[in-house]
């Protein structure tokens, strides 16, 4: 044959061949199908709000377990806004509020200072209001408490006020700090009431310890002099400033501190150098 005369032969397409589902080995896949569980209740239920959050079977069978559980728990009904006193006394008595104030029960220190009076009307207060045994207890503790750490952080304050002070007249007065102490603390006993020396001021002092106050009633005992209201005993001494006063008038330009021939020299000399060593709180041998 010649090749004009060969035909060549055209491929036929097979079709693909199919697995049986009897061979053993099917290939084919069941697809999903997304079911609306809410499509097997009644209508007129489906679209009910409490069933939006339930979004299986599994979900709403789990919901009425939890259901059946509440079943028979002891509820509390909420009083809505026209309530009277008595529907919410009724309610704070299931919640455990006792059923007479006196009955509250606080966890006080034994040593405490407690007014009794006060108590009992927080207490009436409490039961008033409807809090729980707990609740008032708690209260109470907190309110102690409070009052308790002011209490010590005043006394710290005045403490540390009553300090400064002292140091800021030891440092004005010098040796005579407790001879002037003494006649100023004689003569405000005398004249004023002891409870108003102890009373508070404003930065925390009591008024017999403030320095303004010892400074005027320290002045008023040196005016009144010898008046045996004000004597202290001990040796009466002399401040920075009364010595500056005195080496001053010893060192006067001509004195016979400075003239070394004057037969004074030598005592000007040493009375001024022992004045210096009592302002400055040095022994005086």
């Known amino acids: 044959m010649s090749s004009e005369n060969q035909e060549v032969a055209t491929p036929v397409a097979q079709p693909e061949q199919q697995n ?5 080995d099917p290939k084919t896949e069941t697809p999903e199908v997304n079911v609306d569980w809410k499509q097997n209740i009644p209508e007129d239920i489906r679209a009910d709000k409490s069933l939006e959050s339930i979004k299986d079977v599994g979900s709403l069978a789990k919901s009425y377990i939890h259901a059946q559980k509440l079943v028979g728990a002891d509820k509390i009904p909420v009083p809505n806004k026209y309530a009277t006193d008595d529907d919410w006394s009724a309610v704070y008595e ?11 029960k606080y966890d006080i220190p034994e040593n405490a200072n407690v007014d009794k009076a006060s108590l009992n009307n927080f207490s009436d207060q409490a039961h008033k209001l409807g ?31 009553r300090e400064s ?35 508070p001021m404003a930065d925390g002092t009591m008024l017999g310890d403030h320095p303004l106050m010892i400074r005027a009633f320290a002045a008023l005992a040196d005016k009144m002099g010898e008046d045996n209201i004000v ?9 920075p400033a ?24 030598d005592a000007a000399v040493q009375e001024v150098q022992t004045l210096i060593k009592k302002k400055n709180n040095e022994e005086v041998v």
């Not at 049986?20 to 053993?24: A, C, I, K, R």
């Not at 002292?166 to 004689?186: F, I, N, R, V």
């Not at 009364?242 to 070394?260: H, N, T, V």
């Open 20 to 24: 049986s589902v009897l061979s053993g």
């Open 94 to 104: 299931k919640l455990g509020r006792p059923k007479t104030p006196g009955e509250y």
């Open 131 to 161: 809090l729980l045994p707990n609740q008032a207890n708690g209260m109470v503790k907190f309110y102690n408490e409070m009052v308790s750490q002011g209490v010590k952080d005043a006394d710290t304050k005045a403490l540390a006020l």
């Open 165 to 199: 002070g002292t140091k800021e007249l030891k440092q004005e007065w010098g040796q005579a700090y407790d001879s002037k102490l003494s006649k100023a603390g004689h003569l405000a006993k005398s004249v004023v009431d002891k409870q108003l020396l102890s009373a």
């Open 231 to 239: 004597q202290a005993s001990g040796p009466a001494y002399l401040t």
């Open 242 to 265: 009364q010595l500056d006063k005195q080496i001053r008038e010893l060192q006067q330009p001509g004195s016979a501190y400075w003239d070394k021939h004057h037969p004074n020299h």
